[in-house]
């Protein structure tokens, strides 16, 4: 998916991809855009920095990545579903006025 051109009004394939994503359903469109996209991406960049940044000056076990990679996870996917919502109520609002 490309992210839409969002100045000046949408063109007709603009509201036709539209169409097409409002079809498969706004569940869908938050698990696919907002926690696999988005979530997905930042969970694995996030955590990936913090692990290499933040070394603990303290021994600690398997457990303690485990539970960090656990709360980066959690985080991610709530993050991802925000913004996928976020992403749907801006699309609806766009194209709500268009036939879309």
Do not use: H
């Given at each position: 998916?490309?992210?839409?051109?969002?100045?000046?009004?949408?063109?007709?394939?603009?509201?036709?991809?539209?169409r097409?994503?409002?079809?498969?359903?706004?569940?869908?469109f938050?698990?696919?855009?907002?926690?696999?996209r988005?979530?997905?991406?930042?969970?694995?960049?996030?955590?990936?920095?913090?692990?290499?940044?933040?070394?603990?000056?303290?021994p600690?076990?398997?457990?303690?990545?485990?539970v960090?990679?656990?709360?980066?996870?959690?985080?991610?996917t709530?993050?991802?579903?925000?913004?996928?919502?976020?992403?749907?109520?801006?699309?609806?609002?766009?194209?709500?006025?268009?036939?879309?």
């Open positions: 998916m490309k992210f839409f051109k969002w100045s000046g009004p949408p063109s007709q394939m603009q509201r036709e991809r539209w097409q994503m409002k079809a498969r359903g706004k569940k869908s938050i698990l696919r855009v907002g926690v696999i988005y979530g997905g991406f930042m969970f694995v960049v996030m955590t990936t920095l913090d692990l290499l940044r933040d070394k603990p000056s303290f600690v076990g398997v457990g303690y990545y485990v960090f990679i656990l709360i980066n996870l959690l985080v991610w709530l993050g991802g579903s925000a913004f996928g919502l976020w992403m749907w109520r801006s699309y609806e609002k766009r194209f709500s006025g268009t036939g879309g």
